[in-house]
């Protein structure tokens, strides 16, 4: 999938879709299931959903702040950097990109058990998004720049922003689906 190219009506689309994937790949699983992980080194079901809701929050509040209060720092306001920001931060995050990378210290999810209800949080989150996405016009999201809440000389449109969200959506749900299929996993066939 072009992660980069998606139009705002295909992303709202794909929230909705990876929020119900989410649910009917991992909305029944036990508490123990979510939080059991293949090493220590690695991540959980749980944790990876938790990394996921954090990192939206942050995403989401960056994005309704640079609609509310469009501002243009230094990095906005060169020609075409947002725009090659977007496209490079999309890449990277899309399932199947090379690299790993290492989770921003405010999105790390915790190293202890992670909440059940994490699963249904996530599929919420992606319910306000999208009812709030209702109410915005593409040409705007493609105007309007906001900073990454992770890196703030990091700019890109607010589209690519969700492109961005969704791709790294997909990322980390791959990666929970692994762990469900990792050898020793809970209720799994020995």
């Known amino acids: 999938m072009n992660y980069t190219g998606l139009s705002f009506a295909e992303v709202r689309r794909a929230l909705e879709t990876v929020a119900r994937d989410a649910d009917d790949t991992f909305g029944r699983l ?12 690695r991540w959980s079901v749980a944790q990876c959903f938790q990394h ?19 501002q ?15 496209w490079a931060m999309i890449r990277s995050q899309a399932p199947g990109a090379k ?5 921003p210290t405010k999105a790390q ?21 999208a009812e709030w996405l209702q109410r915005l016009d593409e040409t705007r999201l493609r105007r309007v720049v906001m900073v990454s809440p992770f890196v703030s000389a990091i700019a890109y449109s607010v589209l690519d922003g969700l492109r ?9 749900f791959e990666q929970a689906r692994r762990v469900t299929q990792a050898a020793g996993f809970p209720g799994s066939p020995a």
């Open 30 to 41: 036990t508490v123990r299931q979510l939080n059991w992980r293949p090493a220590a080194d």
């Open 52 to 70: 996921l809701v954090t990192a939206n929050d942050l995403m989401i509040k960056s994005a309704k702040d640079a609609l509310e209060r469009p």
């Open 72 to 86: 243009k720092s230094l990095w906005q306001r060169v020609p075409l950097l947002p725009a090659a920001m977007g």
């Open 99 to 103: 690299g790993k990378y290492t989770a």
């Open 109 to 129: 999810p915790t190293t202890s058990d992670v909440p059940g209800d994490i699963i249904p949080r996530f599929v919420d989150q992606h319910r306000d998004v």
């Open 164 to 172: 961005l969200l969704f791709a790294h959506d997909r990322r980390h």
